[in-house]
C-alpha cells in the first residue's frame, strides 16, 4: 500500500500489542454545517440500564471512549470526573467502555470515582459503529462532544486536556439552532 504512510508512528503504536494509541491529543472540531445528522444508538449501561442517543439530546453531550487497561485512559479519568462536574449544568457525559465488562467497568468507575454513567460496547460495538465514518474512535482514549442536537461538534484522540475540553462544550453549547426555512 504504497502512500498510506504516516511520519506520526500512530501505525507503530497500534501494532505494538498495547492495545491503545497513545496519540497527543489530536483535536478535530466540525462546524455546525458540516456536521450531518444525529447520533444514533441503542446501548445498555453496566447497570443494565438501556439507553438509546435520544436520551443524550437536549444539551451537550461528551462521549469518552476507554477501557480499563489503557494506561491514558486511567490517567484522565479524574481530569474528566472534575470536568463533568464543572460544566454539569450544561453537558451529560457518558463513558463508552470498548473492551471490559460491566464488573471490571465498574471496578474502574469506583477507583477513579468517576460517577456519570458507563455504556458497555465490547459485545455490540453500537456506540462506536454510529460515530463510524469521519469522525470515528481511531483511538483510546477518543472523547467526542455533540452539540444539543447530538450531532458531533468536536473529536479529540488520545487523552483530553480538562481547558480544551471545557472550550469544546462552551463551542457546542453555544451551536446556533438550525433554521428549518419558511
Not at 500512530?10 to 462546524?31: F, H, M
Not at 494506561?71 to 457525559?93: G, H, I, K, N, W
Not at 470515528?136 to 488520545?158: H, I, M, Q, W, Y
Request: glycine share 8%; with cysteine.
Amino acid at each position: 500500500m504504497a502512500g498510506c504512510t504516516s511520519s506520526s508512528g500512530i501505525e507503530q503504536q497500534w501494532g505494538d500489542g498495547k492495545g491503545y494509541i497513545s496519540a497527543n491529543q489530536l483535536v478535530t472540531e466540525i462546524a455546525p454545517e458540516d456536521r450531518g445528522d444525529p447520533i444514533e444508538f441503542d446501548s445498555e449501561l453496566s447497570d443494565g440500564t438501556k439507553i438509546t442517543a435520544t436520551d443524550y439530546q437536549g444539551k451537550v453531550a461528551v462521549f469518552n471512549f476507554w477501557f480499563a487497561g489503557c494506561v491514558p485512559c486511567r490517567m484522565e479519568a479524574t481530569d474528566l470526573q472534575a470536568v463533568s462536574e464543572e460544566v454539569a449544568d450544561d453537558a451529560a457525559f457518558l463513558g463508552v467502555n470498548v473492551k471490559d465488562q460491566p464488573d471490571t467497568a465498574n471496578a474502574f468507575t469506583r477507583r477513579f470515582t468517576v460517577t456519570y454513567p458507563t455504556a458497555i460496547d465490547a459485545k455490540t460495538g453500537s456506540i462506536q459503529l454510529a460515530f463510524a465514518g469521519k469522525t470515528a474512535p481511531n483511538a483510546t482514549p477518543a472523547t467526542f462532544v455533540l452539540d444539543p442536537e447530538g450531532r458531533v461538534s468536536a473529536r479529540v484522540l488520545g487523552s483530553v486536556d480538562p481547558s480544551i475540553l471545557r472550550a469544546l462544550v462552551k463551542t457546542a453549547a453555544a451551536t446556533p439552532e438550525p433554521s428549518h426555512g419558511g
